[in-house]
């Protein structure tokens, strides 16, 4: 059984930061890739990060680049977003997901955690 488990959300003002975690079981970390999505309300689902399994690339959203940073623990199964200099428009539903392929399209990620809500007020 495949699982992510997101947590870490939050209602935080702007400016400020929030760490979420997504604690992955150990048949898929050391094979995938981990992206983070976002979803606000009324919009689509959009591609905030990933982390490649193989090296530890990393890429970006522009609209978070150098706001955020993602990253990975081996040894606890668990990838990490930090967010930093939070702003309203950050505002949505935070999902981790899987994927074997090098992507950042939604549909290319095989598996999906349950999402935490992120909140940034004015």
């Known amino acids: 059984q495949v699982q992510l488990v997101e947590s870490g959300g939050g209602l935080v003002q702007a400016g400020g930061s929030l760490r979420l975690s997504c604690a992955a079981s150990?048949?898929?970390?050391?094979?995938?890739?981990i992206g983070w999505f976002r979803q606000a309300p009324g919009k689509e689902r959009e591609f905030v990060s990933r982390i490649r399994w193989s090296d530890s690339g990393t890429y970006y959203a522009d609209s978070v680049k150098g706001r955020f940073t993602i990253s990975r623990d081996n040894a606890k199964n668990t990838v990490y977003l930090q967010m930093n200099s939070l702003k309203p428009e950050d505002t949505a539903v935070y999902y981790c997901?899987?994927?074997?392929?090098?992507?950042?399209?939604?549909?290319?990620?095989?598996?999906w955690g349950q999402g935490t809500q992120v909140t940034v007020s004015s």
């Open positions: 997901a899987a994927t074997n392929v090098l992507s950042v399209a939604a549909r290319s990620y095989n598996f």
């Open positions: 150990g048949s898929i970390f050391s094979r995938y890739s």
